[in-house]
């Protein structure tokens, strides 16, 4: 007997126009209703894997990784520059969900930056921050902000290294005035000095050295004094 084959059922038309329309793999720019246009790779009609994206209103322009529709991975976000109009780099590092996550390099001006690791659009974890007037400040970060273990160092060599708090000197710390060879030890609260000792510190080569070197301390235990006015200030431990 002959194999009868049964007839395939038609599908209605829109399901065969929507499948066409479902944008998958790369793609040739795509344009936005607002102008704003993409060129690159898709899932599921949702940008996936590298593109380059240009937004109309502001120019911007990104260009690395995505996924799901959003920025994800490795890539730099350009602006124009409003005299030049050539592209100037903002930021080149690590994306999350549209946000900078990771370590990554953000241009606040053609001098000052930060480079290090982010969290959710914000400095956090481990960086470094290059400032216009030549400081420095390194350490560890949380939500913009030192917090933890930290250095700021000003463009003249002179330097605070210790501990942070929310943007401030927080805990023991030391202050190294290598222009005037002194070294000042202290514990901070919220920026200000509570307590603490100064001693020369390579005072002789110092270029700015005071006349008269500073007099030892003849406490009999100058360490005690010193834990003892530790133990009186408002410090928060983590």
């Not at 007997?1 to 599908?11: A, G, S």
């Not at 993409?38 to 240009?54: A, C, F, I, P, R």
């Not at 982010?118 to 921050?129: A, N, P, T, V």
Request: aromatic share 14%; charged share 30%; hydrophobic share 25%.
């Amino acid at each position: 007997m002959p194999h009868l084959k049964t007839p395939r059922k038609p599908q209605p038309l829109w399901k065969e126009w929507d499948r066409k329309a479902q944008k998958c793999g790369v793609r040739h720019t795509v344009y936005s209703v607002n102008g704003d246009e993409y060129t690159g790779e898709w899932l599921d009609n949702k940008k996936h894997g590298k593109g380059t994206q240009v937004w109309k209103k502001t120019g911007a322009i990104y260009d690395g990784d995505w996924k799901h529709g959003n920025r994800s991975g490795f890539g730099t976000f350009s602006l124009p520059d409003p005299v030049t109009g050539e592209y100037v780099k903002v930021y080149s590092g690590g994306w999350k969900d549209d946000m900078k996550d990771g370590f990554g390099t953000y241009f606040y001006s053609e001098t000052e930056y930060y480079e290090g690791e982010w969290s959710k659009d914000k400095r956090s974890g481990w960086g470094r921050m290059y400032y216009e007037d030549g400081g420095i400040s390194e350490g560890e970060w949380l939500n913009d902000k030192l917090d933890g273990q930290g250095m700021f160092r000003l463009a003249n060599e002179n330097r605070y290294e210790g501990s942070w708090k929310n943007g401030k000197k927080h805990g023991p710390g030391k202050f190294v005035y290598l222009d005037k060879g002194q070294l000042y030890e202290a514990v901070w609260v919220e920026n200000i000095a509570k307590c603490g000792k100064m001693s020369d510190f390579g005072r002789e080569g110092a270029p700015a050295a005071p006349v008269y070197p500073i007099p030892k301390i003849h406490l009999l235990d100058p360490e005690a004094v010193l834990k003892d006015a530790r133990a009186t200030l408002p410090i928060e431990e983590d």
